[in-house]
C-alpha cells in the first residue's frame, strides 16, 4: 500500500522559512515524479513545484526564486524549502507522486504565514 506522509508545516511569520518532507512508503520511489501543491480556503488546487525523475524542476511563478524542492531516493523522501514567505502562501500543501497514469497523494500539511 502506498503511503506519502507529510510533515513540516505550521505557522511562521512572514519572511520566514519552513521545510515541508514528504516521506514515502509502499513505492518504488526513484522511478516516479514528485511534486508539492497546495490548496487555500475557496481555492482550487494549484501546482507549487514538480521534480521529474532526472532531476528537472519547474515552479510555479508566485514561488520561484523562493521555494526549492529536492528529492532524496535513497531515503523515499522530497523536500520543499519555502523561503521568504508571505501570507499568500497560506495553504493546505500536498506531496504528490506520479508515473504514467499512477498518481498518489499525502494527506496534507496546514502552512500558515502570519503576523
Known amino acids: 500500500q502506498v503511503q506519502l506522509v507529510e510533515s513540516g508545516g505550521g505557522l511562521v511569520r512572514p519572511g520566514g522559512s519552513l521545510r515541508l518532507s514528504c516521506a514515502a512508503s509502499?513505492?518504488?520511489?526513484?522511478?516516479?515524479?514528485v511534486g508539492w501543491y497546495r490548496q487555500a480556503p475557496g481555492k482550487e488546487r494549484e501546482l507549487v513545484a514538480i521534480?521529474?525523475?532526472?532531476?528537472?524542476?519547474h515552479y510555479a511563478d508566485s514561488v520561484k526564486g523562493r521555494f526549492t524542492i529536492s528529492r532524496n531516493n535513497a531515503e523515499k523522501t522530497v523536500y520543499l524549502q519555502m523561503n521568504s514567505l508571505k501570507p499568500e502562501d497560506t495553504a493546505v500543501y500536498y506531496c504528490?507522486?506520479?508515473?504514467?497514469?499512477?498518481?498518489?497523494w499525502g494527506q496534507g500539511t496546514q502552512v500558515t504565514v502570519s503576523s
Open positions: 509502499g513505492i518504488i520511489f526513484s522511478i516516479h515524479n
Open positions: 504528490d507522486m506520479q508515473r504514467q497514469s499512477n498518481n498518489y
Open positions: 521534480m521529474d525523475t532526472g532531476g528537472r524542476t
